[in-house]
């Protein structure tokens, strides 16, 4: 007995969508190899140098540490600045972003756009331009810092607003609260706990990058990275980098704990 | 409520009333370190003059540079930004695949070897600075793109590596167990039911992660690793404001172009 | 007739690695051609019992008998032909919902293909044919082409009887099958699966919640309470009275 396999849309019978697809990665994969000059042979051929390079890491000169403590404690000191700025700037703008509490769509819009646009810039091209205004220094880090997770901040809050109850706030509206002594007692209590944990979150990613800002002279251990890495001195280059894993570590350990408990 | 606090005994009760003054105390402490401990440069005197210039640059960006036939220009080397974000985040997530299945916990068990070795290595990954890793491949390829889709292609493991594998321990299992009932080996198992399942997720993920490697792909230039990053940086030395603020043009454009295709794409996929 | 039963369990034990204890010397025999329905309370060892049959879950004692044959020594290849015989259905359909009917449907038959095969998805015409005629019999096949999470749940059940179907079992075992499914879509699946028993002669063994289904479908109902069986009578046996001991706690 034969049964009749009924006919597939050609769509899916010449399998039109998945070899679409694979054939759009593929020409832009050959496109952005040429692009981009990418030569295996060349990798393997230079091999020996990069091996050279990672040797000379694997040897940490120990003796350095004392001196790079300080800027490590420069850096956790900027991200944290930088972080509290950055949210304490964040929260109007994230009130005035959450579709829940501002209903004058233009102004949400308006807001979300300047949002946006903040957060397309990458930390290091800011680092760049604040070096540039603040001069080298842990002032252009910070103002790198406070810009950089203000957009990231600002984002977290006015989403977790958008998620709130919405009953409280509709209580105190009844009885003609204004809309200051609404967000105080109705709003804040319902997110503080979650604000904090993404202050958190926001704090560990800023230790993070406030590592590298130094590169580009604002401020921090990445100042020292930098000249290690021009001094061709690897073993100095891997105590920093060693150094820095610690210190990450460590802050996102504290900072995980606490998010714990707090959620 | 209250009678039931009364019964704890009075210290605890007395600790949980008065704990936040401790917490208070130590976020003063930490503020008071972070302020004393900085050494604020202050403004230079010529800030202003700079701000200004820079925001005059912004306002009149240099539209020559947009495009003028060199292989220099901001289209060609905003596409060679794409490029290397791309490249990388395809190898990367290849490269991913393995070490997911590597740091993904399988039981129930809270220590496991594999999964905690695999969980470190990934974070080892993840926290070396990708800065260092270009500047590492330049040494073994020289200056130039193709060490920007090295330092993307090894930095982007770490963190496309933890969401695989997350997304398998979260994973539904189901269709797992009925290929297995059916009598599948494991070969089968892992290609009928396992990654037919997780694919999705993992393709949202490498979307996800292109959006961040384009942004670093942009910024690598600045210590030579091709892209979109060395005239800006160039420019910014040179105190060429006009060209600095049409190629932030150019970065803000790319970015809200490629992070709205993708999260177009991300929303049809899931 | 004089038959070997087609499953029997024998003085069969198991007891988890942290001290639960999931089943208690359980002995029992299932005759060819039954419909059995394990009724009891969630957690008084339904599940565990039907997953010891195909080696989904091991026992720690005693054994069970396929086709008169112990099933302990299997494992590898033998193992996976043991499972090929027995279709199992499961309560959330276990379907790989973002792929094709036609695929879960295929995926049934992965024990037939040599890995290359399957892995590649080179499943015979015939056996396309086949998958065909299985979504007939569970009244889909229109749907082939659909996508699995498109269809609405009793749907995807009946897409995994249909994989089932693939394997040509012997026996069928199905772990609460109707569980997430509504009254309507419950009476379809069941007829399904009494139909299946009826038609094709496979041995049916189900997990179910309701006394109300399991009287109406069951050829002898099985009765466990924490691991034991405390109650097993042909259908014609059985009374409410009865039945409700199953469900008193202890």
């Known amino acids: 007995m034969t049964t009749q396999i009924p006919r597939r849309p050609w769509l899916q019978r010449w399998h039109v969508k998945p070899i679409g697809w694979t054939l759009i990665i593929l020409i832009l994969l050959v496109a952005s190899s040429r692009m981009t000059g990418v030569d295996v042979g060349m ?3 230079n091999l020996g140098q990069f091996t050279d390079l990672l040797v000379r890491m694997s040897r940490p000169a120990w003796d350095y540490l004392p001196i790079i403590l300080h800027p490590l404690y420069e850096t956790i000191q900027m991200a944290i600045l930088g972080t509290t700025i950055g949210a304490a700037f964040a929260v109007p703008f994230a009130v005035l972003a959450a579709s829940n509490l501002v209903h004058n769509r233009w102004l949400r819009g308006i807001i979300r756009l300047i949002l946006d646009l903040v957060r397309t810039l990458p930390d290091l091209l800011l680092a760049a331009i604040f070096v540039a205004i603040f001069g080298i220094g842990s002032t252009a880090g910070v103002v790198t810092l406070a810009i950089f997770s ?16 919405m009953g409280p706030l509709e209580a105190l509206e009844s009885v003609g609260a204004n809309k200051l002594t609404i967000i105080w007692y109705a709003v804040l209590p319902q997110i503080m706990n979650q604000f904090v944990s993404y202050f958190l979150y926001t704090l560990e990613i800023n230790v993070r990058a406030s590592t590298v800002l130094g590169y580009l002279g604002a401020g921090g251990i990445g100042v020292f990275l930098q000249r290690s890495l021009n001094e061709f001195n690897y073993s100095q280059t891997s105590v920093i980098i060693l150094a820095t894993l610690v210190v990450v570590m460590v802050i996102d350990g504290i900072s995980n704990h606490l998010r714990r408990v707090l959620l | 409520m209250q009678t039931t606090i009364s019964k704890k005994p009075a210290t605890l009760n007395l600790w949980r009333r008065w704990n936040w003054l401790l917490w208070i105390a130590v976020v003063a402490v930490i503020y008071t370190w972070a302020i004393t401990g900085l050494h604020f440069t ?11 210039s820079i925001v005059h640059g912004l306002v009149q960006p240099d539209w020559s540079y947009v495009y003028n036939g060199s292989g220099e220009d901001l289209v060609s080397l905003i596409l060679q930004t794409l490029a290397i974000a791309f490249l990388g985040t395809i190898i990367s997530s290849l490269i991913s695949v393995p070490f997911a299945f590597w740091a993904a916990r399988g039981g129930k068990e809270w220590l496991h070897i594999r999964s905690g070795s695999g969980k470190v290595v990934l974070t080892l990954i993840r926290t070396f600075p990708e800065i260092v890793l ?6 073994a390829v020289g200056p130039g793109s193709y060490a920007g889709v090295l330092a993307v292609s090894i930095h982007s493991i770490g963190m496309l590596g933890k969401l695989f594998s997350e997304a398998i321990e979260n994973m539904d299992r189901g269709a797992d167990e009925a290929i297995t009932s059916a009598g599948g080996n494991s070969a089968q198992i892992f290609m009928l039911a396992t990654l037919p399942t997780i694919m999705p997720e993992f393709i949202s993920y490498t979307l996800y992660r292109f959006e961040i490697a384009v942004r670093s792909a942009s910024i690598l230039g600045m210590v030579g690793a091709g892209g979109i990053g060395t005239p800006m940086i160039f420019a910014i030395q040179t105190r060429n404001w006009p060209r600095v603020g049409i190629i932030l043009l150019g970065i803000v454009l790319m970015v809200l172009l490629i992070d709205s295709l993708s999260e177009q794409l991300r929303k049809r996929l899931i | 007739m004089d038959k070997t039963p087609i499953i029997s369990f024998k003085n069969v034990n198991k007891v988890y690695a942290n001290g639960t204890v999931g089943l208690k010397n359980i002995n029992f025999e299932i005759p060819q051609g039954e419909f059995l329905v394990v009724v009891g309370l969630s957690g008084a060892g339904k599940s565990t019992l039907l997953r010891t049959i195909n080696r989904m879950h091991e026992i720690t004692s005693g054994e069970i008998r396929v086709e008169g044959e112990s099933i302990k020594p299997y494992k590898g290849r033998s193992l996976r032909l043991l499972r090929r015989k027995i279709g199992m259905i499961f309560q959330n359909f276990n379907l790989v919902k973002r792929s094709s009917v036609a695929k879960n449907v295929l995926s049934g038959r992965v024990s037939y293909y040599p890995t290359w095969k399957s ?4 499943f015979s015409t015939t056996d396309k044919q086949k998958a065909v005629q299985a979504l007939q019999r569970v009244s889909l096949a229109e749907k082939l082409y659909a996508r699995a999470d498109e269809l609405s749940g009793g749907q995807q059940q009946r897409v995994a009887i249909a994989r089932t179907l693939m394997q040509d079992p012997k026996i069928i075992l199905a772990d609460e099958p109707i569980a997430s499914l509504d009254p309507l879509t419950t009476k379809t699946v069941m007829d399904i699966l009494k139909r299946l028993n009826q038609e094709d002669g496979i041995t049916v063994i189900v997990n179910l ?8 479908y069951a050829d002898r109902i099985v009765g466990l309470r924490a691991g034991e069986v405390v109650y097993d009578e042909p259908i014609a046996a059985v009374t409410e009275a009865d039945l409700n001991r199953v469900y008193q706690t202890v």
């Open chain 1, 43 to 45: 990798f393997f051929s």
């Open chain 1, 150 to 165: 203000f957009g990231m901040v600002s984002k977290l809050f006015y989403e977790v607003i958008e998620t709130i109850d």
């Open chain 2, 42 to 52: 202050g403004l230079q005197e010529s800030a202003a003059s700079v701000s200004r």
């Open chain 2, 134 to 139: 270009a500047i590492m491949f330049i040494k």
């Open chain 3, 119 to 122: 892995i590649l998805g080179l």
């Open chain 3, 209 to 216: 919640h309701s006394v109300a289904l399991a009287r109406e």
